[in-house]
């Protein structure tokens, strides 16, 4: 509980601070010739290795004994794969008003990531909710988003520079799909030693996407492509931003309590359908936007961090919620979904 609680304690996110760090290192020093060369190739395989991780980490059989809850998890992928998009095309009327073109690329980019695990547990757990739903639901959108992310962003961001060619395709299942099913495949062999050894595997998971983020900010500095953000225009972007966040927690809230969840159920639903994965979302977006892959990332870097400080409050006002100590409220937690599920990411 100690560690579920540190969402609360500290407002930005020290992981933030070393991936805004990794960009201001590509800024100054940003690799070119041979050391792009060398960056670019570290990254494939960065992100090849950050996929294989994912497959292993996670219980196919905890996972289809989650499937028995199916009601919440669809209501999770809809929030996630349906209703984000749908808001993230709405938001093409802004263009060019408040959002550049790549801003809004990146910015649609981002509704189709999918959701987090780590954090949508972590509040979960702290708001009372039903923690075992959230495990589910969390693992299958990163399961679906490996193959349906980047068919989304072919079909809606295909005029915008992410052409569904064959090479895209083979790209995809190269860096993404062939790792993750590896990863299941050997699960049942390495499952155990990546248990055992998930603090340094963590630090290597997370220093991959540092790695990543250098890559894609590098080549943007070597291109130029920073001269088309103004501060008025990230202003713009937080701000559009924060309505998208706002939406979606009101939407998944009130649209739970509309298809009659319990209010354990519609805790799990709020915080595993309101937000994206940066992990996930960071290595997607290389591969598919390559050389302009960093104004891609940076809506989705800016809206990890909001989210975690706005779901933070609520956690915690959710958790002295008058129904979160009643007998009923309390009941929801353990039987709407089975399992211990995968280790937090």
Not at 11 to 38: E, H, Q, S
Not at 45 to 61: C, E
Not at 142 to 151: A, R, W
Not at 240 to 268: C, H, N, P
Request: aromatic content about 8%; overall charge positive.
């Amino acid at each position: 509980m100690k560690r579920l609680r540190r969402p609360l304690r500290t407002p930005i996110d020290p992981y933030i601070l070393l991936l805004l760090a990794t960009v201001g290192i590509a800024a100054l020093l940003p690799a070119r010739g041979a050391a792009a060369d060398v960056a670019s190739g570290a990254s494939t395989v960065a992100i090849a290795f950050l996929f294989f991780l994912y497959g292993v980490r996670l219980s196919t059989r905890e996972a289809l004994d989650g499937m028995r809850h199916w009601r919440l998890h669809v209501t999770v992928l809809a929030c996630t794969f349906v209703a984000f998009p749908l808001l993230g095309l709405a938001a093409r009327g802004l263009v060019p008003v408040l959002l550049t073109q790549p801003l809004y690329q990146g910015l649609l980019f981002l509704t189709l990531v999918p959701s987090t695990i780590q954090s949508s547990i972590a509040f979960t757990s702290i708001a009372r909710g039903n923690v075992p739903a959230a495990i589910c639901a969390g693992s299958f959108s990163s399961l679906v988003g490996i193959v349906l992310t980047p068919l989304l962003a072919a079909a809606l961001l295909g005029s915008g520079g992410v052409g569904f060619s064959t090479d895209s395709v083979v790209k995809i299942v190269l860096q993404l799909l062939v790792p993750f099913l590896a990863g299941q495949v050997l699960r049942r062999w390495i499952g155990d030693f990546v248990t055992r050894h998930r603090k340094v595997l963590g630090l290597v998971d997370r220093g991959s996407i540092l790695l990543v983020v250098y890559t894609a900010f590098s080549e943007g500095m070597v291109q130029g492509i920073w001269h088309q953000v103004s501060p008025v225009r990230l202003a713009a972007l937080l701000a559009v931003e924060s309505v998208l966040l706002g939406v979606m927690l009101a939407l998944t809230w009130y649209g739970a309590r509309a298809l009659k969840f319990g209010r354990a159920d519609r805790i799990a639903i709020q915080f595993a359908g309101s937000k994206k994965s940066l992990a996930s979302g960071l290595p997607m977006a290389s591969v598919l936007f390559g050389a302009h892959a960093s104004l891609a990332v940076l809506p989705l870097m800016l809206f990890h961090q909001m989210q975690l400080m706005v779901c933070a409050v609520i956690a915690r006002r959710r958790a002295h919620d008058p129904e979160a100590m009643t007998p009923a409220g309390r009941s929801a937690q353990s039987p709407t979904a089975v399992g211990t599920g995968p280790r937090p990411r």
